[in-house]
């Protein structure tokens, strides 16, 4: 029994997150705070700069989502933080606050994997009518993460394929930022997508037929590399940032097809991570669903990329089960499901 709101912290790449959650699920209040513009000089996320920006910053949004729902710490049923994997000085960040508040006003601690708040999003409550059963195939398509994961019940996780080198929203990044485009190049990419030409550059379609769902983008970002010479006018860049996202979302059905061969009895697809705010990526994938006679569930963007409201709910899952992690958990930069 949860006798209380739970806080969810989220602190592990350059999203400062904060959430209160009811025991039943509800969201209850969410706060996050974007490091973009720290990093954004640097062309990427700077993890000693993160760590520094989540320190000064996390205390004030555990305040604000208490404050808005109107409760003190004393009132909560326990707390939630990212434990790993990520960026190891905001992990500790995240977690230190999170077991100090823990200590502090004796409540039960849960450190959370980043990857398994990802994986079950989707079973929030109201986000999918009559919720969303075990198993399911969860399709992780972020900066850092590029992954096909079978969802098999609470703490079981079988990853059936990941990328063998770039992570689907890198390739976006780094193509874009050989296009011209602003980081993080993913959304400035589809925009500039949304008036090209796919058909007019040919790039080749990595992993595209093979068997598995393992995933490359090296060789498609080396292909835009070699294309931007002969690029002259807006429309050239606008037809090259088209056929990058269109062979992108092709391959991604493609793997995501193969995933769904791996987990007979799957209730649904599920997406999660930045790369899912991608309409031609979801338009590939729900059509993959559908031929697979499942549903695509994707979550609100602002719950599929970085946030602390899937933390609380990870956290309120695994207090439900009975499990809770003791005071002396080490953060894990690398932390697989
Ligand atoms: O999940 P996320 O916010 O953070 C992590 O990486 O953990 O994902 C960010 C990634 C970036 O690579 C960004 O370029 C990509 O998601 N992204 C997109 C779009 N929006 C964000 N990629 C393609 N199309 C988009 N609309
Ligand atoms: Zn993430």
């Not at 993890?47 to 909560?76: K, S, T, W």
């Not at 900066?143 to 096909?148: E, F, I, K, T, V």
């Amino acid at each position: 029994l949860i006798r209380g709101p739970v806080l969810g912290l989220e602190a592990s790449c350059d999203e400062t997150a904060t959430a209160l959650l009811a025991p039943d699920g509800t969201i209850l209040a969410e706060a996050v705070r974007s490091q973009l513009a720290e990093h954004t000089p640097y062309g990427g996320v700077v993890p000693e700069i993160a760590a520094r920006a989540h320190l000064a910053h996390l205390p004030a949004l555990a305040d604000q989502v208490m404050r808005e729902a109107g409760i003190g710490p004393a009132d909560l049923g326990g707390i939630a933080a990212t434990a790993g994997p990520g960026l190891i000085g905001g992990l500790i960040v995240g977690a230190t606050f999170g077991k100090g508040m823990a200590i502090a006003h004796n409540l039960p601690f849960v450190a959370v994997n980043h990857l398994e708040g990802h994986a079950l999003t989707a079973r929030l409550p109201g986000l999918v009518e009559g919720g969303v059963d075990f198993p399911y195939l969860l399709l992780l398509l972020s900066g850092g993460h590029c992954q096909c994961v079978a969802v098999e019940g609470l703490g079981r996780y079988r990853r059936l394929g990941s990328t063998l080198d770039d992570a689907v929203g890198e390739a976006f990044d780094k193509s874009a930022k050989l296009m011209g485009l602003p980081w993080p190049g993913g959304p400035a990419l589809e925009k500039l997508a949304a008036s090209g030409d796919p058909t007019r550059f040919h790039l080749p379609r990595p992993m595209l037929g093979r068997p598995g769902c393992d995933f490359s983008f090296s060789g498609l970002k080396t292909a835009v590399a070699q294309s931007i010479p002969k690029l002259a006018t807006d429309q050239d860049r606008a037809d090259l940032a088209a056929a990058f996202q269109r062979v992108v979302a092709a391959v991604l059905a493609d793997r995501a097809r193969n995933a769904l061969g791996m987990l007979p009895g799957a209730t649904a697809m599920v997406v999660a991570g930045g790369v899912a705010a991608n309409q031609s990526v979801r338009a590939a994938l729900a059509a993959e669903a559908s031929r697979a006679g499942l549903p695509l569930i994707a979550p609100p963007i602002r719950l599929c990329t970085d946030n602390a409201v899937m933390i609380a709910w990870a956290g309120i899952e695994r207090l439900r089960a009975g499990w809770t992690d003791p005071l002396d958990h080490a953060p894990r930069p690398r932390w697989p499901l």
